[in-house]
Every structure is written in structure tokens, then in C-alpha cells.
């Protein structure tokens, strides 16, 4: 079993910057492959990026390209979303999804994923 726990959202203003972290626990983390997605209220959850077990691949929507960035550092079981120039639209809760996989592959779609953290909500305003 793998737990999830997300932090690091908040309410910041259009144009500024979060970083939200997902900490994992158990063991041989860089077997996992690792998603954040996001729901807006009345929308359905959809993938914002994601990073293969060993860090060197990425996927990103296209409504965030050039704007978030996803990381991985193994040492830490920790995956990282560094989000800047927010919008309102970026507004919704975000969770954090993990996969094991032998594979070295960014899984994109929800489906892929067996563990899910509990949420952290993040509120734009403009």
C-alpha cells in the first residue's frame, strides 16, 4: 500500500505561484509513477501532468504547458508541482495519484493510477 498526503495549496492571486508537494510513503518509490490532476466544482477530474518512475519524462496538459512544471525527487518520495502565473481556471482541488510500474512511462490518464492522496484545494482570484 502506498498513502498519499498532499500539501501546499491556498489562495493566491492571478499571476502568482504555488508549489504543491506530495509525500508517499512506503517503500522503492522510484518504481512509481506519479500524477497530479485537478477538479473544479461541477467539472470532472482531468490530468494536469505527470512524470515517469525515474523523473527524465513528463506530460503536461495544454492548458499548463510552459506554466507548471512536475518534478520527482526519489530520495524524498516526494513529487512536486511548481505552478506560476495561476489563473482563475487553474482553480479547483488538486490530488496527487501513483502508479507502480516497471515501465518508464508519464501516465496521463486516471485510469493508470491505484493510489490517490486525499486533495488540497487551490483558489485563484482575480
Known amino acids: 500500500q502506498v498513502q498519499l498526503v498532499e500539501s501546499g495549496g491556498g489562495l493566491v492571486q492571478a499571476g502568482g505561484s504555488l508549489r504543491l508537494s506530495c509525500a508517499a510513503s512506503g517503500r522503492a518509490y522510484n518504481n512509481y509513477a506519479m500524477g497530479w490532476f485537478r477538479q473544479a466544482p461541477g467539472k470532472e477530474r482531468e490530468v494536469v501532468a505527470a512524470i515517469s518512475p525515474s523523473g527524465d519524462r513528463a506530460y503536461y496538459a495544454d492548458s499548463v504547458k510552459g506554466r507548471f512544471t512536475i518534478s520527482k525527487d526519489n530520495a524524498k518520495n516526494t513529487v512536486y508541482l511548481q505552478m506560476n502565473s495561476l489563473k482563475p481556471d487553474d482553480t479547483a482541488v488538486y490530488y496527487c495519484?501513483?502508479?507502480?510500474?516497471?515501465?518508464?512511462?508519464?501516465?496521463?490518464?486516471?485510469?493508470?493510477?491505484?493510489?490517490w492522496g486525499q486533495g488540497t484545494q487551490v483558489t485563484v482570484s482575480s
Open positions: 495519484a501513483a502508479r507502480r510500474s516497471l515501465l518508464n512511462y508519464a501516465y496521463y490518464s486516471d485510469s493508470h493510477y491505484d493510489y
